[in-house]
């Protein structure tokens, strides 16, 4: 078991499909069964697929109950972070755990390729809301876009997400993460969409590559070419868009020293600097002050990205 002091938590955040979620971090940075060439996160650095206790679970609710002390406005508590949550062996206990000790749904953000195993469908039966992931049609794409642990393979994934949905008594959002010239041919869409109607998920989310992807050749999808998708995927199909709650004073969990505050965020996210401004409640100047100070400082760096200025650590 790694015993690392660093909090567990983060945010809240604003989430494109999460409205104010506050995050909780279960697996160490970028330990992923995946490398996805559009991982926000960059490159993975440990691809796995052995489930093991990353950081103990009652670690993880000290902290939840720290980040939740202050009374934040949030609408879920969501498993998620700088890697693939069910690859933390006790995911289902503490789900139980969260639903037990706090009013909030709990939602779980996974890329979805361990739900072929009894044992990790099993623990994620008592969240609120799954949200996993589906990128491919075929064996190649699947490995052009996922670059996988070796052991993982199409059929094996879209079958375990298709028998999850069977039996999961709660909500399933469906990503379909879209990459232009990649996964976007009619004919990949249309075996796409087959799998969508057997899986049958309550919300089908469109998403593209909108921050800096860990490979510069992952190339978003036009807003465009998004709205039309959606038709095609039918009524329940949404293009996310862009966060626009505003968070007040009191609902962000901000720590008393705000550049380090600025520092966790980004290293779990690339954001723009109204991303962060909202996720910490900070004055709009006082971030832009901040960030140029962390930039000159050499502790940030920025990446255009479609017209948007995103900063990350360096
Ligand atoms: S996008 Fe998600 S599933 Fe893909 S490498 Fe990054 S953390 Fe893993």
Not at 80 to 90: C, M, R, V
Not at 105 to 115: D, E, Q
Not at 144 to 151: D, I, N
Not at 181 to 200: A, H, P
Request: charged share 25%.
């Amino acid at each position: 078991m790694i015993d690392r002091e660093q909090k567990r938590t983060f945010g809240p955040v604003p989430s494109r499909r999460l409205g104010r979620s506050l995050g909780i971090d279960i697996v160490p940075f970028k330990t992923c069964t995946y490398d996805c060439i559009y991982c926000q996160l960059g490159q993975t650095t440990d691809k796995t697929v052995t489930r093991t206790e990353f950081f103990a679970i009652d670690k993880i609710l000290r902290d939840v109950h720290r980040a939740l002390d202050i009374k934040p406005k949030i609408d879920y508590l969501t498993l998620s972070g700088s890697g693939e949550p069910t690859l933390h062996n006790n995911i289902g206990k503490l789900i139980s755990m969260l639903k037990r000790e706090f009013s909030y749904p709990v939602a779980v953000l996974t890329n979805g390729s361990l739900l072929y195993e009894p044992d990790v469908a099993q623990s994620l039966m008592q969240a609120d809301v799954v949200l996993p992931t589906l990128a491919a049609d075929t064996e190649t794409i699947f490995q052009c876009v996922h670059r996988p642990h070796p052991s993982l393979h199409f059929d094996t994934v879209v079958k375990g997400i298709i028998n999850f949905s069977k039996t999961f008594k709660n909500d399933l959002w469906l990503e379909l993460f879209l990459l232009d010239g990649i996964n976007t041919i009619e004919e990949t869409l249309r075996t796409m969409k087959e799998i969508v109607d057997e899986i049958k998920p309550q919300k089908i989310h469109l998403n593209t590559a909108t921050r800096p992807p860990a490979e510069e050749f992952a190339y978003p999808v036009s807003e465009e070419k998004l709205e039309s998708f959606k038709m095609f995927f039918g009524q329940n199909a949404e293009v996310i868009t862009d966060f626009k709650h505003v968070m007040n004073q009191q609902t962000a969990n901000v720590s008393s020293d705000i550049e380090q505050s600025i520092l966790q965020l980004l290293k779990r996210r690339p954001c723009t600097d109204k991303d962060i401004a909202t996720a910490l409640s900070l004055h709009s100047i006082e971030t832009t002050k901040i960030i140029s100070h962390l930039v000159i400082k050499g502790k940030i760096e920025r990446r255009h990205q479609q017209g948007n200025i995103f900063y990350k650590t360096k």
